[in-house]
Each structure stands twice: as C-alpha cells, then as structure tokens.
C-alpha cells in the first residue's frame, strides 16, 4: 500500500456485493488510508450485501436514491457529520436499464423505461454533482469519477438505451467539470471501463461473448474490477490534480483497436 489516500474522505455509491466495481474501490481506499460512507438505495441494500462491506471498512451505509435530491442533500449532510468535514472524492458507479432488463430492443424502447434509465444512469451525476456544490461538500482539488462504457461512443450489440445515458454521463462530466474547476478546483472524470462481469454488466445480452472478444482485441487483455480500483485510486489522488474533464478509457487498449492477430485468428476458424 502506498497511504494514498492518507488523510481523505469520500463517498462511494453503488456497492451492492463483491462484485460491484464500486465494492472494489470501497476496499482499496480503506487500504489507501481514506475515510468514507457507503451509499445505495434501499431495495440495494436490503438485497445486497453492502453492510458486510462497511463492517469490513469501518464506516457507515446511508441509504439514498441517486434521483432524489432530498435524498442526496441527507446523504452528504450525514457524510459530512460521519467524517467530520468536507469530503475529497466521491465515486459514481450507478447504471441501470429496465429496457435491457425486459429484453426490450433498441428500435422497440418503452419511453418511460427510457426515461429511468436516463434519470439513474446519467441525470443522477448531474444531480450527485449539484447538490454537491450547492452544499459546498467537496473540498478544494476534489475529485469526482463517474463509471462509463465506449458504448458512449460506438455500437456495441445489446447495450441498448444505456449506451445513450452514458453519452449524457460523459457530457456532464465535461461541462460541470469546467464550472467545478474554474470554481472550485475540483476535477471532475469519468472512467471508460472494460466490459466487467458485476451484477448489472451480466444484464447484458450476450455479455460473456463481448467480454471474450474485447479481451482477444485488446493487446493487453481485459481490465479487471480490481485493476479498475487502482485506477480511480490513483485519480482520487494528489497525483492527478490536473486531471479534469475526461473520458479516461481503462480498456487494455480496446478503444484504439480495429483488429487484433487473436480476434482475426478466431475469425478465420470460424470460416474454415
């Protein structure tokens, strides 16, 4: 352990197991040296198991709806009291579509379901930032990270309205990152993840043949929920205060291929 974090407090939302990439940034900024609170809805927790991870953490879970701007208000009220202060990093690993959820495919939406999946997956940010800055909760040279997908950018089979909502995701955290860093030096990413195996990734159709292909496509293989950790890490750290506005792709360099010797090889066999 490097102590990167020595000194610092957070708040981490969407832990819901072991699974959640949000559980594994939990258990690294505990071995940093940070303090923090823990965050998910009410259903999450009650089926989850995010309790066990903050007995493991030392800290505490505060229910809240990342929609809900009185529910947000608590949250960072109650993390400010829990910590005593100010907080310095906040991550945002929360997604969800009922249209994937229901099969419902990309020319065949049901618009509320569309809307929903807008409002938890991307609107959210928006609101986790705003309430942020109208409290003054964060601390001069935060950092705010958000978890995204390239499906923000390409078409990916089966991703469906998510791939909009992470658009939108990846434009707030543009635009409120010039308003967070001219204001108040807080900088303010997002993180273009490999397709990883959590509880909402396996909603994915035909998740565990993308996860083989982008690892074949990628030179250095898929990215890891763990390795993902070490990433935000390191962008909640001192080490990247000039590090703002960006969609920082964690792909194993998936995101600047076309083809690969391994995916190309497997499509040959399939012609033979």
Known sequence: MYNLLKG?????????????????????????????TLTNTPVSIRFGTINDLAKKCKTEVIPADATNLSDLENLFTKSMDILGGKVDFVLHSIGMSLNVRKGRVYDNLDYDYFKKTLDISALSFHKVLQVAKKLDA???????????YIAAQRTLYGYNDMADAKSVLESIARSFGYIYGREKKIRVNTISQ??????????????ENLMD?????????NASADECADYCITL??????????????????????GMSYKAMSQYNKSLE
């Open 138 to 148: 964060i601390n001069d040279w935060g950092s705010v990270v958000a978890l995204s």
């Open 194 to 207: 490999s397709p990883t195996l959590t509880t909402a990734g396996s909603g994915v159709k035909g998740m």
């Open 8 to 36: 610092k407090k957070g708040i981490i939302f969407g832990a819901l197991n072991e699974s959640s990439i949000a559980w594994r940034v939990a258990e690294r900024a505990y071995e940093e040296g940070a303090i923090f």
């Open 236 to 257: 909640f750290s001192d080490l990247t205060k000039k590090v703002t506005m960006q969609n920082l792709f964690h792909d194993g360099g998936f995101s600047n291929m």
């Open 213 to 221: 292909f982008t690892e074949r496509m990628s030179p250095l293989g």
